[in-house]
């Protein structure tokens, strides 16, 4: 990959690079839900100079015909709250809500 000047993230790359929460299931009823912070990425334009790519073509589907959209960072610090286990059953403030017992998900300041 050669890294190339730094971009303005637009709405896709802040999409695809911020991360709030992390979620892991060791069994259906056993979820557990994680907070998670961090500043903005900051992103570099890049380009791949080398793929070997075979997963694509191992499940059938067809390889993608545009163009790859590559960003590069040098990282960011990230601070994770402790896990919370979720309630069961289908969250009942909307869909787009976690619901985690004994705690709101936040991390401390």
Do not use: C, K
Not at 24 to 36: C, F, G, L, N, S
Not at 42 to 64: F, H, K, N, R
């Amino acid at each position: 990959m050669q890294v190339g000047d730094p971009i303005v993230a637009g709405e896709h790359d802040v999409f695809l690079t911020s991360r709030w929460g992390l979620l892991r299931a060791a069994r259906p009823d056993q979820v557990r839900y994680t907070a998670v912070e961090h500043d903005p990425w900051p992103l570099q334009q890049a380009t791949v100079q080398y793929l070997d790519d075979t997963l694509v073509a191992a499940t059938g589907l067809p390889q993608p015909q545009h163009r790859m959209v590559v960003r590069y960072s040098p990282g960011v610090h990230v601070r994770i709250g402790m896990p919370q286990r979720l309630s069961p059953g289908p969250p009942t403030g909307g869909s787009d809500r976690i619901h985690a017992r004994g705690s709101n998900g936040t991390l401390p300041g």
